[in-house]
Structure formats: C-alpha cells, structure tokens
C-alpha cells in the first residue's frame, strides 16, 4: 500500500535542482510532486513521478545520489479540516511521522505523501488512515 | 619437488644468517661503528658533507655515540639530485661497478653508484626477503621486475643469486610468458610489483587457470609501491601463497634494505647495514619508536654513495617489541604515506593515509574524499572532510546524513586529535578527472 518516490541528496549549489529537473525532462520523466528538505549546506529532493525506477536511472547515469523509497499517499478530503483529521487520526494511533508533503491529483483532491518514522508502523499506519475512512492511493493510480 | 623443502634449513648463506639473530646490542656497536666510519667517509670524500658539517659546526671525527647523530644535518633528494651526476660519489669511478638511476618523475634523475662490496651487500640484504619466505637452493625465483635502471629487477636477481636460489630472469612484460613459466618452471617464489602480480593472477583466472593447482607458488616478494591489507588478502587468494614486502630506495641502496618476514608485521630492517631514525617531518626532531614520522636513514658500510641522515620522506614508523620470528633486527611498519602529503593542522601532523584508515571503517561512504583546509576569522585552521556517500547509504531518513558526519568527525577527533568538519556531498562533487584525485586543497595564506 505504498507508492515509490525517488530521494535525491543535493548539495546548495547554483542551478543544481534546475539541472536534476532537465535531467529529469530529458529521460521523459513527468512529475506529479516535488518537495526539498534543505539545510544550509544540502537539500533532500523528494520527487513522485510516473516511472521511479526510469528516473532512478537516468540519475544514477547523471552521477546524482539517488535512491527509490516507498511512501504512503493518502487522498485528503477537499475541505477545511481534511489534513488536521487524517494527523491527529496518527497522533492518536501514536504513529510519528518522519516527513510528509502536500501535492494535488489530477480530479482536484489533495494528496498527502507521508513516511512514518518507525518503518515496522507502516502497516498500522494503513489500518488507522483506512479505519478512519480516507482513501490510500496505489502505484498507478496516480496518473 | 621443488615446492616441498624445508626453508630455513635450506638458507644459502649460513654468516648472513647469524647477522639477523644478533643480539640487539651488538648491532648497535656495530651501528656506531658504521656511522662513524661512514661520517669520516663523506666529509673527507663528498665536498656537500664537508660544507654542510662545517657550517652545522658539526664534528664528523667523535661521535660519542648513536643518539648524538641528531646533532649531523640532513641530506635531502634535492641535495643529492644538485649533486648530480657525480658529485656524490666518495669512491673514484674506477672503483664503482655499476650504477642505478631512480625513477625520476619529478625532475632529475638521483643516481645510487655501488663498488663491488656494495652490490654484495645489496644482494645479501634482498636475499633475506628470500630467505624470511622460507627460501634458499631449492627454490625457483622468477624475477619479473623490470631489468635495468630501476633498483628492482637487478637488486632481485643479484638477492636470489646471492640466496642460492634458481634465478629466471623474465623481466616485466609478455604476462601469458610469464604465466606459462610459472606453470612449467614451477616457480616457487615471484618477484615483482604487487600491481604486476595483481595482473599475472588475473591473467591467469581470465586463461582458466586454477593457480592452487597449476603453479607451485609459495610467496611473492612485491615491494616498489604501497599496498592495502585488502590487496594482500586478495592476492594470496588468487594465487594461494605469501604475499611479503620489501622496502628500498635508490637513494640508499635499492630493494631489501628492509623486508617482510613470514609473521607480516611489519619489516625487518637491514640494521647492520643502515642506521634508521624516525623524525617528525615539521620540526626534524627524533621520535620515539612507536611513533610515526618519517623514515632517516643513514648508510653504515657503503663505499661508493653513503648517506648520512638521509630523508626518505616515507612515513613509517618502528614498531617496538620483538618479532616471534626471532630476527632481532627491528621493523619499520608498512609505509604510510609520504611526507610531500603531509598537513600540519593546529601543529598537529596529519596524514591523508590516517584519514582514509578512519574513512575505511564507515560502510556508508566510499574511498572518495577530499581534504579542504582554510583559515576562520581569527586565523584558526579550519579543516572539512568531504566524503561521498555510497549509492546504499538511507539518507532519506530524517537526520541520517547528520548522523553520519557526526560519527566520522568523532572518530576522526579520537584517532588524529583533530578536530575535522565533515561534509557528506555529492559524488560529483569531488574530482576525479585526471585519474588520481587532488585529495588536499589547502588555501592558507603562505602554503603552497
Ligand atoms: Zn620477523
């Protein structure tokens, strides 16, 4: 119940995220999300996009240090609320999350990808996101 | 068989082999008399000695004992190659036999002349790397160093010779020639670089060869250029025998001025034929044995080119204690680098050696790193390491890459008492373009 997404380690330097996503473009890559975690000296490059392991390879052929990871994406409920309902229905399943960002799928709703800090909740994590009732999205039905 | 003899029953040369079980104290006065005799040598025979002892105000004539050495000046390569060709030779050159050049990579080439006693001393020191192999008569000793200028290929040939050993000479080169006379001579002991043999025993699985079966190997004698424990490992594997060192410059003689035994720690020096000292490359102060620095050597009996207090420029170090193969010379360690790579930190000697040693024991970066020093504010050294991370390393959890550059920072601090910033970045990051990577780039002001 997860979907892949590439991690992309990034040194703060001019032009470099311009230059991963035309590394990106060339290898025909689209994609649906990107979100940075930066520090002063570095910054995490989180990508979803349609084929993660093209992608992977187009960057590992580029020299880049990249790895695929897995993800849960929850559809979060176009409506005030909808994101604060689906943490605190983890917060209360003491499941702690590692990282997470926002995009938006194609039919408008929002999309929340997360990463659970402890790895062996992940399973937990699915049962009390699907018992509150949002839906988790699949590898695939994100195009 | 040639394979099957007892090797230290076997040796060739009974009064050589009584010299490496001397008593540590009769070396010594044998040292002091070597030194002495050398000291008077160069400053009646070698105009540079004369100058630099006079202008050190140094006596060559009563030297009351080995410590008192630390008083002579130095001879540098620079001194030697400004010598050039023969303004360091003590003997006329009727009485030198032959001459070797090193390789001269950066600039002039230095030249080592060797007398007749000379070239038998050379032979008798190579010949114990033989005999620490467990070699003598019975063995076959394929020499594959390269013949000629180079100390390695002679300085061989001449120890196998003076071991009572079966000499071929193959030289370097031709590598399925050697495979084959490997396999059909039964060769029992190979001579030559480690990255030859390395070669010969990849060449020799690619022709489906089976070496533990098909060759008689019981050691190789590879000196001339640095090599890892994993190198070792790897190389006694693939051709099932003993992989021993051998250290020697041209500049003091060649090949077998110290070699490995069969215990593989550490080098026995050729301490009756050389004086070594460790000095602190920064402040030329002896140093203790134990501790790293670099190599000094001075020559005890040699006639054509002596040395006195000569800077190899090689980190190593003496190692103390006994070695259980009861040759009682003392033994240099596995060289560590060279003095031209050497950083002063905070008045702290670093070594890039030690800091790949640290980098080796952390899985999650690879052997790329560079090494950048600068200056802070208040004119402080200011050192980062900066080490690619492996394609396995999980650095998408929160925190990771912190996590790892503090560890190596850590340990970096326990082993070299420095404190050293650690950046992990990114492969491209460090360059590698022309094959061998500049691992230091130091921009503090007045250092090259
Ligand atoms: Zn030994």
Redesign the interface.
Same mark, same amino acid.
């Given at each position: 119940m997860m979907i892949k997404q590439i991690?992309v380690? &990034? #040194?703060n330097d001019k032009g470099r995220l311009a230059a991963l996503c035309r590394c990106l473009a060339d290898a025909g890559v689209n994609m649906s999300a990107l979100s940075i975690?930066d *520090?002063p #000296? @570095?910054g &995490?490059v989180?990508i979803v996009c349609n084929e993660a392991d093209k992608a992977k390879a187009a960057l590992?052929a580029a020299? @880049? $240090?990249a $790895?695929v *990871?897995k993800v849960t994406a929850v559809a979060v409920p176009n409506r005030p609320g909808g994101l604060a309902e689906l943490l605190e229905t983890l917060d209360d399943a003491d499941i702690s999350v #590692? @990282?997470g960002y926002c995009f938006s799928h194609q039919d408008g709703n929002a999309i929340f990808a997360l990463?659970v *800090?402890d790895s062996a909740q992940a399973a937990e994590a699915v049962f009390a996101i699907e018992r509150a009732g949002f839906q988790i999205l699949e590898e695939g039905e994100l195009d | 068989m040639a394979d099957e003899h007892d090797g230290t029953a076997a040796t060739g040369n009974a009064e050589a082999a009584d010299v490496t079980y001397l008593p540590h104290e009769k070396l010594e006065e044998m040292q002091l008399e070597g030194v002495r005799r050398t000291l008077v040598n160069c400053y009646e025979h070698i105009p540079f000695y004369k100058r630099s002892f006079d202008e050190a105000g140094f006596d060559p004539y009563h030297l009351a004992s080995l410590d008192d050495l630390t008083n002579a000046p130095f001879v540098t390569k620079q001194d030697l190659r400004d010598a050039a060709p023969y303004g360091m030779l003590a003997v006329p050159l009727s009485d030198v036999r032959e001459i070797h050049m090193s390789s001269g990579t950066t600039g002039v080439a230095t030249l080592g002349a060797y007398t007749q006693h000379d070239l038998d001393f050379w032979a008798d020191c190579f010949a114990r790397g033989i005999r620490y192999a467990g070699g003598g008569a019975n063995d076959v000793v394929q020499v594959a160093y390269g013949y000629g200028l180079f100390t390695g290929g002679l300085g061989a040939h001449y120890g196998a010779l003076a071991s009572g050993a079966t000499v071929i000479p193959t030289s370097a080169g031709n590598t399925e020639r050697q495979i084959r006379i490997l396999r059909e001579m039964g060769t029992t002991i190979l001579c030559c670089t480690p990255s030859y043999a390395m070669h010969i025993a990849d060449t020799a699985l690619e022709m489906g060869l089976d070496p533990s079966r098909d060759f008689h190997l019981k050691a190789g004698i590879h000196g001339a250029e640095p090599f890892s424990d994993n190198f070792r490992a790897e190389l006694e594997r693939k051709l099932d025998y003993k992989v021993l060192d051998i250290y020697g410059l041209t500049e003091t003689m060649g090949p077998g001025v110290a070699c490995e035994c069969l215990e593989q720690d550490g080098l026995h020096l050729a301490e009756d034929h050389f004086f070594a000292e460790i000095i602190d490359p920064a402040t030329g102060k002896r140093l203790p044995d134990g501790e790293w620095g670099e190599l000094v050597l001075t020559t005890l009996d040699r006639e054509a080119s002596p040395v006195v207090r000569y800077r190899t420029r090689d980190i190593t170090r003496i190692l103390p204690g006994e070695c259980p193969c009861g040759c009682t010379h003392k033994r240099i360690d596995r060289l560590h680098g060279r003095t031209d790579d050497m950083l002063i930190i905070r008045g702290v000697n670093v070594f890039p050696s030690q800091i790949e040693d640290v980098m080796k024991t952390f899985d999650q970066v690879s052997s790329w790193y560079q090494i950048e020093v600068g200056t802070d504010e208040r004119s402080l050294d200011v050192v980062t390491l900066k080490a690619e991370a492996n394609p396995d390393f999980d650095f998408d959890q929160t925190g990771a890459i912190e996590a790892l550059q503090r560890q190596i920072s850590a340990r970096l601090k326990t082993d070299l008492s420095v404190g050293i910033k650690v950046r992990i970045v990114e492969p491209k990051s460090i360059s590698r373009s022309t094959g061998k990577a500049k691992r230091v780039i130091d921009t503090r002001k007045g250092i090259k």
């Open positions: 991690s380690f &990034l #040194e975690a *520090t #000296e @570095y &995490l989180r590992d020299g @880049y $240090r $790895r *990871t #590692e @990282y990463k *800090t | -």
